[in-house]
């Protein structure tokens, strides 16, 4: 029913900039609240940013001011335009959808910040 795709990842030094996409191939049904969580080596997968279909979002604190999430409901899309990276920014990135109860995944994105 949903296939999430995420795009934007890579290496970036300490203080710069990454946009990361996910967009939901298949475009059937629209979905509801859309996120991004991240996962560091050895450690649990955990939420950054999320935004319903009506826009409002939620950040965890330590990207508070440095990420925005947004998200385009005529596509399906979902961004996060991350700033001022840090290194413990270092993870996999993931985007998720909601589709009623069901919860949908992408296949992750890395995300390396490191000079």
């Known amino acids: 029913q949903v296939q999430l795709v995420e795009s934007g990842g890579g290496l970036v030094q300490p203080g710069g900039s990454l946009r990361l996409s996910c967009a939901d191939s298949r475009m059937i049904f629209r979905l509801d609240s859309m996120g991004w969580y991240r996962q560091a080596p050895g450690k649990q997968r955990v939420l950054v940013a999320r935004?319903?279909?009506?826009?409002?979002?939620y950040y965890t604190e330590s990207v508070k001011g440095r990420f925005t999430v947004s998200r385009d409901n005529a596509k399906n899309a979902l961004y996060l335009q991350m700033n001022s990276l840090k290194p413990e920014d270092t993870a996999v990135y993931y985007c998720?959808?909601?589709?009623?109860?069901?919860?949908?995944w992408g296949q992750g994105t890395q995300v390396t910040v490191s000079s």
């Open positions: 935004i319903t279909s009506g826009g409002s979002n």
């Open positions: 998720t959808g909601y589709l009623g109860a069901t919860q949908y």
